[in-house]
């Protein structure tokens, strides 16, 4: 078994329960990180025996430019397209962070993260 992450995955979007947040919008950032068997692309050295991070970067920005209230929403929504769209993935993990939230203090950030197995 083996491990890809892409990190810090910088994005602009809408999402909040907040009428605000969907008009002003806000910085998110996304890390993800899967596992599936790596040794064939570790031998082969072909894009078509490994989980291509193009692609899981691809899900993450179609997904987070739908507007949801909750960024719980949003993470189960990559996952579900990862399972659905790679199916070498055995596990994955999302983490979303809205960047400076407006709930009234000084909070550089709030973090949702899910995970996902087959």
Do not use: W
Request: charged fraction near 30%.
């Amino acid at each position: 078994m083996g491990v890809i992450q892409v990190n810090n995955i910088r994005l602009f979007t809408n999402h909040g329960c907040l009428d605000e947040e969907a008009k002003i919008g806000s910085e998110y950032r996304v890390d993800v990180e899967v596992k599936a068997d790596l040794k064939k692309s570790a031998k082969s050295d072909k894009l078509a025996d490994t989980v291509d991070y193009v692609h899981l970067n691809h899900i993450v920005k179609e997904e987070m430019a739908i507007r949801s209230e909750l960024l719980e929403e949003v993470a189960q929504r990559i996952l579900d397209r990862f399972f659905k769209e790679i199916p070498m993935i055995k596990k994955a993990k999302v983490a979303v962070a809205k960047i400076n939230p407006p709930i009234g203090g000084n909070v550089a950030e709030v973090v949702i993260i899910l995970t996902k197995k087959r």
